[in-house]
């Protein structure tokens, strides 16, 4: 068996949805792209963006031995249409990726299986495996790996599993042969442009995370500006919403790998405003969502108590007016201000 088909077929024996090979090398735009989302701002109050950008726009100045990259994408489908929750306003909303275990520790556990399988079947070649964290231009190497394409929203596009995979990466010495790279098949589609509610896209295939609620609710550790406040709705960790209407999720299937646990999956606000520092963390142990901490949680929830309507959440947001932290105590008297008028 050649070492592309034993790849392929390990890969998917660690549970793997999805698998590409490309050489270790991307195109000039991929930096030119790079250079212009941070020159324009665009990029927010993420610097780790602008460090290492040799590493992240090409693989070898990451790890000069790569010759080949091994792109694998994990499914992460939903079981309904992720947009419903947004209609239970005293809920909260939760993006489909946060809902479950931490993504980082499950595709790392499945990468680092396939890379011992690796090492004991290709002796003497060398990898390593990487999973978000890294400065390794994930997008553009699945695309040129063939997983899919980098749609309007800037997400992969993958004409079998959507808008719905994890990726993951493994840089190898052994040479594998190319897959061609995948193609863009959205069209004069612009439902993810017209979906967002903060229009965070200057343009098709644009991100501004400045206006994006994923970066204003998990990056962003200050006030969020009052002008995106009510477009987030009961949007409290992360949004869906460019994601879930593409047309391409009709070929999507339902994740094996993850499913919302209870405390994830539209809790009431109520509940959420009520956590201490301890029961955050216990809420939400194994979570990607206790990465932010708890006062950031809070703010988010104030902002989606602040959106509800729902009067009887008053005291809610008024129990963290005071608040040692003066970004949630500014969230919860904005929230109790709204509720009250």
């Keep these: 068996m050649n070492p592309r088909a034993a790849i392929a077929a390990a890969a998917r024996a660690q549970g793997f ?39 992240r726009a090409q693989p070898r100045a990451l790890w ?14 939903p079981e309904g249409d992720p947009m419903a929750a947004l209609a239970r306003r005293s809920h909260a909303t939760i993006s489909v990726y946060a809902q479950g275990r931490d993504y980082h520790d499950v595709v790392k556990k499945r990468l680092k299986a396939l890379g011992q399988w690796l090492a004991r079947e290709y002796r003497g070649e060398q990898l390593k495996v990487f999973v978000d964290t890294a400065p390794v231009a994930e997008k553009p190497l699945a695309q040129q790996a063939g997983l899919g394409w980098q749609g309007k929203h800037t997400n992969l596009v993958s004409r079998r599993h959507g808008s719905w995979l994890f990726l993951g990466e493994i840089f190898t010495s052994l040479a594998i042969e190319p897959d061609p790279p995948g193609g863009d098949h959205c069209g004069q589609c612009r ?40 477009a987030m709705g009961n949007r409290i960790y992360g949004c869906d919403d460019c994601l ?16 919302a646990s209870e405390a994830a999956a539209n809790p009431p606000l109520a509940e959420l405003a009520a956590l201490d520092d301890a029961g955050f963390r216990a809420r939400f142990s194994g979570s ?15 902002i989606g108590i602040g ?28 929230a109790a201000a709204r509720l009250a008028a």
């Excluded at 999805?18 to 610097?47: I, K, N």
């Design 17 to 55: 949805d999805a698998v590409g090979f490309t050489q270790a090398v991307l195109p000039d735009e991929v930096r030119a792209r790079l250079d212009a989302h941070l020159a324009a701002g665009e990029h927010g109050s993420m610097e780790w963006m602008e460090r290492r950008m040799e590493q």
């Design 64 to 77: 000069p031995e790569a010759v080949s990259v091994i792109s694998l994408g994990l499914n992460y489908g």
């Design 191 to 230: 439902a993810c442009l017209d979906a967002c509610p903060t229009r965070a896209f200057p343009a098709p295939y644009r991100l501004d995370a400045r206006r994006c609620i994923s970066y204003l609710t998990i990056e962003h550790a200050g006030p969020i500006p009052e002008e995106f406040r009510p």
């Design 244 to 259: 879930a209407v593409c047309p391409w999720n009709k070929f999507a299937q339902t994740a094996r790998a993850f499913s």
């Design 288 to 302: 990607a969502i206790k990465r932010i901490g708890v006062a950031r949680f809070l703010r988010n929830v104030m």
């Design 307 to 334: 959106n509800s309507g729902d009067p009887a959440l008053r005291p809610a947001a008024q129990a963290h007016t005071e608040s040692t932290d003066p970004v949630l105590a500014e969230a919860a008297r904005w």
